[in-house]
């Protein structure tokens, strides 16, 4: 069974950072192409940033220079270090684990909020 489980989510002050975590199960890590989606109240989920199993990442336009993804494939996890933060970055963060031959998965999802 698969499972991707996000962890590091919470409330944070614009200008902050937070790093979010996603370790995944039930899946061969390193051949998955990994990705951070993010869903913003009445907005559609959207791309935030992507990691292959070469390390080659992209990134949405809004969170260039900002957010940096990485994984660690001996601790079958993902991370999203997310500095210098936005209102508008207050969204729920969803880990995603997709291989064209092994299927797509998605983990349940973390609360960040950024405010004052």
């Known amino acids: 069974q698969v499972q991707l489980v996000e962890s590091g989510g919470g409330l944070v002050q614009p200008g902050g950072s937070l790093r979010v975590s996603c370790t995944a199960s039930?899946?061969?890590?390193?051949?998955?192409?990994m990705a951070w989606y993010r869903q913003a109240p009445g907005k559609q989920r959207e791309l935030v940033a992507r990691i292959n199993s070469s390390t080659n990442t992209n990134y949405a336009d809004s969170v260039k220079g900002r957010f940096t993804i990485s994984r660690d494939n001996a601790k079958n996890t993902v991370y999203l270090q997310m500095n210098s933060l936005k209102p508008e970055d207050t969204a729920i963060y969803y880990c995603?684990?997709?291989?064209?031959?092994?299927?797509?998965?998605w983990g349940q999802g973390t609360q960040v909020t950024v405010s004052s």
């Open positions: 995603n684990a997709d291989n064209p031959r092994s299927g797509n998965f």
């Open positions: 039930g899946i061969i890590f390193s051949f998955y192409v």
